[in-house]
T-cell receptor, first 113, second 115 residues
């Protein structure tokens, strides 16, 4: 059973508009969440993270929102650019989880010029 | 600074052959992870090490898979015998262990095709 879910396998957005990628988790012991971006033929690279003591973290065009009660987080990209086209993975971790990271299946974002 | 280095980048082999994937983590990182990426399951953790000691290998599919970390700068993932369903991209990642912070640094992956 997947503990980290990304229910949208793909998303297409027009350049300049907002991209919203969603992630849900089931394990209430997770307390640290990350987003990774992956281009074809490359390894995933870290994008942004959020601790469970916060509900929002911003870094330039990227903002991650965390709703602990709903066990839901989202990544907002504003404005979206063609270079943002990639697969985005949500990941979760927790002290009680052995410092392991559990990844979701990923969402492929296509930003159309 | 060199990142996580994996080899080979691509491997094509026949069913039944032994496959060995290699990883050099970032110097100073004391946790190392092996992940497998497939279309169906995304990124799955196979095994991870802290200070060269295997901590959790529950993700290793079956006895055909084994991983070692003989020292802080080298790890191998071995599949023997390989099967077509093992075809995937295998990623190695490392991190600096500490409190619940810190990102994973991934290598570029080893794409395995078993015919």
């Amino acid at each position: 059973d997947q503990q980290v879910k990304q229910n949208s396998p793909s998303l297409s957005v027009q350049e300049g508009r907002i991209s919203i990628l969603n992630c849900d988790y089931t394990n209430s012991m997770f307390d640290y969440f990350l987003w990774y971006k992956k281009y074809p033929a490359e390894g995933p690279t870290f994008l942004i993270s959020i601790s469970s003591i916060k509900d929002k973290n911003e870094d330039g065009r990227f903002t991650v929102f965390l709703n602990k009660s709903a066990k839901h987080l989202s990544l907002h990209i504003v404005p979206s650019q063609p270079g943002d086209s990639a697969v985005y993975f949500c990941a979760a971790s927790g002290d009680n989880y052995g410092q392991n990271f559990v990844f979701g299946p990923g969402t492929r974002l296509s930003v159309l010029p | 600074d060199a990142g996580v280095i994996q080899s080979p980048r691509h491997e094509v082999t026949e069913m039944g052959q032994e496959v060995t994937l290699r990883c050099k983590p970032i110097s100073g990182h004391n946790s190392l992870f092996w992940y497998r990426q497939t279309m169906m399951r995304g990124l799955e953790l196979l095994i991870y090490f802290n200070n060269n000691v295997p901590i959790d290998d529950s993700g290793m599919p079956e006895d055909r898979f084994s991983a070692k970390m003989p020292n802080a700068s080298f790890s191998t993932l071995k599949i023997q015998p390989s099967e077509p369903r093992d075809s995937a991209v295998y990623f190695c990642a490392s991190r600096d262990r500490g409190p619940n912070t810190g990102e994973l640094f991934f290598g570029e992956g080893s794409r395995l095709t078993v015919l």
